[in-house]
């Protein structure tokens, strides 16, 4: 069953505290992209990855940081400079640049991250 | 960097009616324009996209129109279904699969 996981749905951590997200996808797909979403908001993006080992700052990467070690897998880690943690995190993948269908992008189903 | 505005943010229609959410783009250069829908607390789901090459793009009672002059798309829903109740998002892209998203309509079917 191919897609795109994303764990813990929901996360609570004290103020101070870093913490890791996990996405994880077996559609083959070489790009990833983490995005905050806030109530009444659109999608901003953090970061994203073209392919393995590389990846890029979005438009708001201030106090997150990523890793892209294995095609499957980009971890986020919302680490304790992040002013304003608490939001909505999806994880999204796509076929990749220049593929006739990379900028398809297809998301995971969430972490609810509130910071205490 | 592109900028993409909804309008309007919510949009009440009866169980059976059409619905329409317009979407506007600033960058001439974006040439790829999808639909989400996302229902409360899950992650979006593409329901169909657009390239610039293509005017008008139809899936069953789902329908996207755009108009690159003006540089406006629209999404078109028939025959409206309670199932059909959720946020959906624009969003365009020159290409290098970074997408630029709205920030939403909420549609609500009464039945």
């Known amino acids: 069953d191919g897609g795109i996981t994303q764990s813990p749905k929901y996360l609570f951590r004290k103020e101070g505290q870093n913490v890791t997200l996990s996405c994880e996808q077996n559609?083959?797909?070489?790009?990833m992209y983490w995005y905050r979403q806030d109530p009444g908001q659109g999608l901003r993006l953090i970061y994203y990855?073209?392919?393995?080992?590389?990846?890029q700052k979005g438009d708001i990467a201030e106090g997150y940081s990523v890793s892209r070690e294995k095609k499957e897998s980009f971890p986020l880690t919302v680490t304790s400079a992040q002013k304003n943690p608490t939001a909505f995190y999806l994880c999204?993948?796509?076929?990749?640049?220049?593929?006739?269908?990379?900028?398809?992008?297809?998301f995971g189903p969430g972490t609810r991250l509130t910071v205490l | 960097g592109e900028n993409v505005e909804q309008h309007p943010s919510t949009l009440s229609v009866q169980e059976g009616d059409s619905a329409v959410i317009k979407c506007t783009y600033s960058?001439?250069?974006?040439?790829?324009f999808p639909w989400y829908k996302q229902e409360l607390g899950k992650g979006p789901q593409l329901i169909i996209d657009?390239?610039?090459?293509?005017g008008e793009k139809k899936d069953q009672r789902i329908a996207v129109t755009l108009n690159k002059t003006a540089k406006h798309f629209s999404l078109h829903i028939t025959e409206t279904q309670p199932e059909d109740s959720a946020v959906y998002f624009c969003?365009?892209?020159?290409?290098?699969?970074?997408?630029?998203f709205g920030k939403g309509n909420q549609v609500v079917v009464i039945p």
């Open positions: 999204a993948s796509s076929m990749g640049y220049g593929k006739i269908t990379g900028n398809e992008q297809f």
């Open positions: 559609l083959n797909h070489d790009a």
């Open positions: 990855s073209q392919i393995v080992n590389d990846f």
């Open positions: 960058d001439s250069a974006s040439n790829y």
């Open positions: 657009i390239r610039s090459n293509v």
């Open positions: 969003a365009a892209s020159k290409g290098n699969n970074r997408l630029a």
